[in-house]
T-cell receptor, first 113, second 114 residues
Framework: SAVISQKPSRDICQRGTSLTIQCQVD?????MFWYRQQPGQSLTLIAT?????????ESGFVIDKFPISRPNLTFSTLTVSNMSPEDSSIYLC??????????FGQGTRLTVV | AQSVTQLGSHVSVSEGALVLLRCNYS??????LFWYVQYPNQGLQLLLK??????LVKGINGFEAEFKKSETSFHLTKPSAHMSDAAEYFC????????????FGQGTELSVKP
């Protein structure tokens, strides 16, 4: 298994600002993913964070709104840019070494006011 | 393409009763199937998973699930519910060629009555 630390655990932000969420893993992992969980909803994949190259975004998500960095095999960041109240969600980092495993961080609870 | 359908957004059982949470999937390739639990204000915890081999999978906290290819199902069961089982449960699907990406169902909230 992997131990995943996400920071911040929660934040309240003003609309129009940006927030960067960090995901730190205690071991090198091949795959890192970012998900969004809107209030009362299921999890939706935002993007795959690729080490050393641009992230791969899912339909409906764009780099300008959700820029992602992955400088090494243990760390990634997700930025939520130009926030609006609709961005209020839980953002979760997920990691896995193979296709048969996926571990999740505790999530970042974002409220945009 | 892959998808997951969880039947019932909310299930309520009495303490000590059988828990049955339903999950059906769609996949054009052999699926990997997962059940996760999310307690209030917490992240996701893996309950169990099926990738290959034995179709009856046992997980943590007394839960188990059976992969039925003919029914495209992966229902989660527990013989006797405990108050601490109250949480949100998510079924998810992936496959060998997805590199760990998961497609989640809508979730089922389990309530346990004393």
């Amino acid at each position: 298994s992997a131990v995943i630390s996400q920071k911040p655990s929660r934040d309240i932000c003003q609309r129009g600002t940006s927030l960067t969420i960090q995901c730190q893993v205690d071991s090198q992992v091949t795959m890192m993913f970012w998900y969004r969980q809107q209030p009362g909803q299921s999890l939706t994949l935002i993007a795959t964070a690729n080490q050393g190259s641009e992230a791969t975004y899912e339909s409906g998500f764009v780099i300008d709104k959700f820029p992602i960095s992955r400088p090494n095999l243990t760390f990634s960041t997700l930025t939520v840019s130009n926030m609006s109240p609709e961005d209020s969600s839980i953002y979760l980092c997920s990691v896995g070494q193979t296709s048969t495993e996926a571990f999740f961080g505790q999530g970042t609870r974002l409220t945009v006011v | 393409a892959q998808s997951v359908t969880q039947l019932g957004s909310h299930v309520s059982v009495s303490e000590g009763a059988l828990v049955l949470l339903r999950c059906n999937y769609s996949s054009s390739v052999p699926p990997y199937l997962f059940w996760y639990v999310q307690y209030p204000n917490q992240g996701l915890q893996l309950l169990l998973k099926y990738t290959t081999g034995a179709t009856l999978v046992k997980g943590i906290n007394g839960f188990e699930a059976e992969f039925k290819k003919s029914e495209t199902s992966f229902h989660l069961t527990k013989p006797s519910a405990h108050m601490s089982d109250a949480a949100e449960y998510f079924c998810a699907v992936s496959s060998y060629n997805q590199g760990g990406k998961l497609i989640f169902g809508q979730g089922t909230e389990l309530s346990v009555k004393p």
